[in-house]
């Protein structure tokens, strides 16, 4: 790709994204008209906090590998165009969650009448597939030439990040299908900062130098 497309391309993620965080808003309907109506918009800000941080974490993952892949070719192209195409459609099982989030901090359940354990499924279904295509981008950064020793560290420190973030996503589905236990499926992703942080703790981000012996 020119720097021009890969511009464009940039641009064209950004928006995508910002799409996203809009439809968590819209999806959230109606107007403060009413106290049971400002209850309800209320209640749903920390859901809505929750869906704006995960995606807001995969945007932000998609501009640390930018800076490192710097101009792709015809790869990059077509796995970030799959994140984009993941995001909008992960938006829809979010909203899910967020609105079932809000109806357990308002206490009514008439707010989400579906099945928790099909609505975790298809939550960690997306989440797993956008990791994945995640890893997968910053799998493809390393193949970017101009990268030193510690950018390449870099890269691949993220990638097994994502790695960890599928592998969670996947076990989180598997349990969201067992019916009982799906409703555990949830509090797996809570484990997160602990894996990620004890990776981050014990991966060397910076090669070690090399001896002059």
Do not use: C
Request: glycine residues 8%.
């Amino acid at each position: 790709m020119t720097p021009e497309t890969t511009k464009r391309l940039d641009n064209f993620t950004d928006a995508a994204f910002a799409f996203a965080v809009t439809l968590m808003v819209v999806g959230a309907g109606g107007s403060a008209s009413d106290s049971a109506t400002l209850e309800s918009a209320v209640a749903a800000i920390p859901s809505f906090a929750i869906g704006f941080s995960i995606i807001t974490l995969f945007w932000f993952s998609h501009v640390q590998w930018r800076n490192l892949r710097g101009v792709g070719d015809a790869r990059s192209l077509l796995l970030t165009l799959l994140l984009v195409f993941m995001v909008l459609i992960y938006i829809v099982p979010l909203r899910s969650m967020a609105t079932s989030f809000a109806a357990f901090l308002t206490g009514d359940d008439d707010m989400y009448r579906g099945s928790l354990g099909q609505l975790f499924t298809i939550y960690g279904m997306g989440f797993t597939a956008m990791s994945v295509v995640t890893a997968l981008l910053f799998r493809d950064a390393r193949r970017n030439d101009a990268l030193n020793d510690e950018k390449r560290r870099q890269a691949a420190g993220q990638m097994w990040i994502w790695v960890i973030l599928a592998t969670t996503g996947t076990l989180s589905t598997i349990l969201a299908m067992i019916p009982g236990p799906h409703i555990f499926a949830p509090f797996l992703y809570a484990t997160l900062p602990l894996t990620i942080g004890l990776f981050s703790w014990r991966w060397r981000w910076v090669p070690r130098p090399q001896s002059d012996a």
